[in-house]
């Protein structure tokens, strides 16, 4: 079995849905598709969408909702 790394090309805060009132794009163990959003990166009220980058079976995230995180930082795995 083999991951890949979803890591966040921004320092700022990580979001897994685009509005508090709206599910998150996707929940640990959920299929993702290359180009499916997994989350947002806001940086100064600008906001960055993340995408999966591979298909894969399954995605955990490794990052809370509104946790800060650093540019580099891996926010998820996807299992391939």
Same mark, same amino acid.
């Given at each position: 079995? +083999?991951?890949? /790394?979803?890591?966040?090309?921004? =320092?700022?805060?990580?979001?897994?849905? +685009?509005? =508090?009132?709206?599910? =998150?794009?996707?929940?640990? %163990?959920?299929?993702?598709?290359?180009? @499916?959003? $997994?989350?947002?990166?806001?940086?100064?009220?600008?906001?960055? /969408?993340?995408?999966? %980058?591979?298909? %894969? %079976?399954? $995605?955990?995230?490794?990052?809370?909702? @509104? /946790?800060?995180?650093?540019?580099?930082?891996?926010?998820? /795995?996807?299992?391939?």
């Amino acid at each position: 079995m +083999s991951k890949h /790394e979803i890591r966040s090309p921004l =320092p700022g805060t990580f979001y897994r849905s +685009s509005a =508090p009132d709206v599910p =998150p794009f996707k929940s640990d %163990g959920d299929a993702v598709a290359s180009n @499916e959003a $997994i989350g947002l990166i806001e940086v100064m009220k600008t906001f960055q /969408e993340i995408q999966a %980058g591979v298909a %894969g %079976g399954s $995605i955990r995230f490794l990052v809370d909702n @509104e /946790e800060p995180v650093m540019a580099g930082q891996v926010i998820a /795995e996807v299992v391939l």
